[in-house]
């Protein structure tokens, strides 16, 4: 593409194919075309310049977290390059790693097993069947998908996504609670979680469902995610196992500090360990 001064509509469009071309995902594609518009209200007409997009980290910094600061510039970075402008990217923020993680966010076994129950009370199967599903898998809601009848009949699911494949084992009990539930669904091929019409399931609408389990189940409802299943995945396998790198191949990480991130515990166990080494007087 040729050098361009400032942002358009015929630039983001262009950027968006481009996306599209190289097979992002369509969440990502959003967040991306996203982060565009926001750096073009910014900018209010103004030409893009080193100099602004400097300016720019700065007002993201006085607003957002370091991590959701990164995630933006990401996007920003990635439409510069596309729009030979690179010499206007600015590096991301510096994140020192953290030995442990804030209660706030971390999903309990205990509640992740109050939402089942609730999940179960209120006669919702295949929202109990989901959720244990990506609990006891550590899949991404994005793969969910790929859990299909034919993938029951092997007891492996084989994702293919962004050109990287991995086989995700499934443990013999969820493959029979999910065979039943298939069988009294009328659900003979395909994706075992599915609309009607047999369509796989969005993530906005398996976002809200799990969180209206939240108040009856007594959770916080700032806990209750998809992707906070496959944390309390990772969590209890390594606690298990104690191999990161095998977790990380089990996840589909391509970075074992990105499985660092899933593994760390509570503030709450860290201070627990401090305690026991009983070095204070």
Do not use: W
């Amino acid at each position: 593409m040729k050098k361009q001064s400032n942002i358009t509509e015929k630039s983001i469009k262009e950027f968006q194919q481009y996306l599209i071309d190289d097979e992002k995902a369509e969440l990502t594609i959003y967040k991306y075309i996203r982060e565009i518009n926001e750096l073009s209200n910014y900018l209010s007409g103004k030409q893009l310049s080193k100099e602004r997009i400097l300016a720019y980290r700065e007002y993201l910094q006085s607003k957002n977290q370091v991590r959701t600061v990164n995630s933006k510039l990401s996007a920003v970075n990635s439409y510069l390059e596309f729009t030979c402008q690179g010499h206007c990217k600015v590096k991301l923020l510096k994140i020192q790693r953290c030995s442990f993680t804030s209660e706030e966010r971390e999903l309990l076994e205990k509640e992740y097993r109050r939402l089942l129950a609730i999940a179960e009370e209120q006669g919702n199967r295949r929202l109990y069947l989901l959720l244990m599903t990506l609990c006891a898998t550590g899949l991404r809601v994005s793969e969910l998908s790929f859990v299909t009848i034919e993938a029951l009949a092997t007891g492996r699911v084989n994702i293919c996504l962004k050109g990287k494949n991995r086989i995700v084992i499934l443990p013999k009990q969820l493959i029979n609670h999910l065979a039943i539930y298939a069988r009294e669904k009328g659900i003979q091929s395909g994706p075992v979680f599915c609309t009607r019409t047999g369509r796989p399931l969005d993530r906005s609408n398996i976002c809200r469902d799990m969180k209206k389990l939240c108040s009856l189940a007594n959770v916080d409802i700032r806990k209750v995610f998809p992707h906070n299943l496959r944390h309390l995945f990772a969590r209890t396998y390594y606690n298990l196992e104690k191999n990161l790198s095998h977790l990380a191949d089990i996840l589909g990480h391509s970075s074992i500090e990105t499985t660092r991130i899933y593994v760390a515990t509570s503030a709450r166990e860290h201070e627990k360990i401090l305690n026991r080494m009983q070095l204070l007087s």
